[in-house]
């Protein structure tokens, strides 16, 4: 089982470009949850994906998007970048389960860096 | 509104001494989970233990230790006997217990501990 796998592995962008992170879970997972990691931080919360919608959405702007794909891979894509995008995008994937978080597994994550 | 506070940025040990991780969290729910997570310079996060709510036993897993005090909101991570391959950022995180299925976690700001030969 090859766990959660993220690419690519670093990227650097020019402010006000478009990126797009991929993400495929670990087998058997079917929810899929973004996070964004700045330097010295704790991960926070984008948003989450189940059954190719948006479940959940952290306090991030529109210029944060996402898809989820019929085999459960998932996209986030990041508009208009900013400086202040630079961070570890790192994605998690679990199996859906009601009352009980089940365990997350992150993925090691895409280094943005923003210039 | 739910926070976890990781107050110790950066701790320095020697191999083989313990070394404890304080980890504070405040939450209105009555029912939430609590975890511990493990960054090594790689970056995935590398999940260590779920503790409820209602359970407030301590638990032990070899050389690890975490101790839940409710009446306190902490949930501390102890290390017995450090190795320097316990060298990493350790993470605390908070989520709720969801009737939808689908959990988000909080995590503090982390500790980097540092265990030289």
């Known amino acids: 089982d090859a766990g959660v796998t993220q690419s690519p592995t670093h990227l650097i962008k020019t402010r006000g470009q478009q990126v797009t992170l991929r993400c495929s879970p670990k087998?058997?997972?079917?929810?899929v949850s973004w996070y964004q990691q700045a330097l010295g931080q704790g991960p926070q919360f984008i948003f989450q994906?189940?059954?190719?919608?948006?479940?959940q959405r952290g306090n991030f702007p529109d210029r944060f998007s996402g898809h989820q794909f019929p085999n459960y891979s998932s996209e986030l894509n990041v508009n208009a970048l900013l400086l202040g995008d630079s961070a570890l995008y790192l994605c998690?994937?679990?199996?859906?389960?009601?009352?009980?978080?089940?365990?997350?597994?992150f993925g090691q994550g895409t280094r943005l860096t923003v210039v | 509104a739910q926070k976890v506070t990781q107050a110790q940025t950066e701790i320095s040990v020697v191999e083989k001494e313990d070394v404890t991780l304080d980890c504070v969290y405040e939450?209105?729910?009555?029912?939430?989970?609590l975890f511990w997570y493990k960054q090594p310079p790689s970056g995935e996060l590398v999940f260590l233990i779920r503790?409820?709510?209602?359970?407030?036993q301590n638990e032990i897993s070899g050389r690890y230790s975490w101790n839940f005090q409710k009446s306190t909101s902490s949930f501390n991570f102890t290390i017995t006997a450090s190795q320097v391959v316990d060298s990493a950022v350790y993470f605390c995180?908070?989520?709720?217990?969801?009737?939808?299925?689908?959990?988000?976690?909080?995590f503090g700001t982390g500790t980097r501990l540092l265990v030289s030969p």
């Open positions: 998690a994937s679990n199996p859906r389960q009601v009352r009980v978080p089940t365990e997350a597994f």
């Open positions: 087998s058997g997972h079917d929810t």
């Open positions: 994906y189940y059954e190719e919608e948006e479940r």
């Open positions: 939450t209105r729910d009555t029912t939430y989970y």
């Open positions: 503790r409820n709510s209602f359970d407030e």
């Open positions: 995180a908070l989520s709720e217990a969801s009737n939808t299925g689908f959990q988000k976690l909080v």
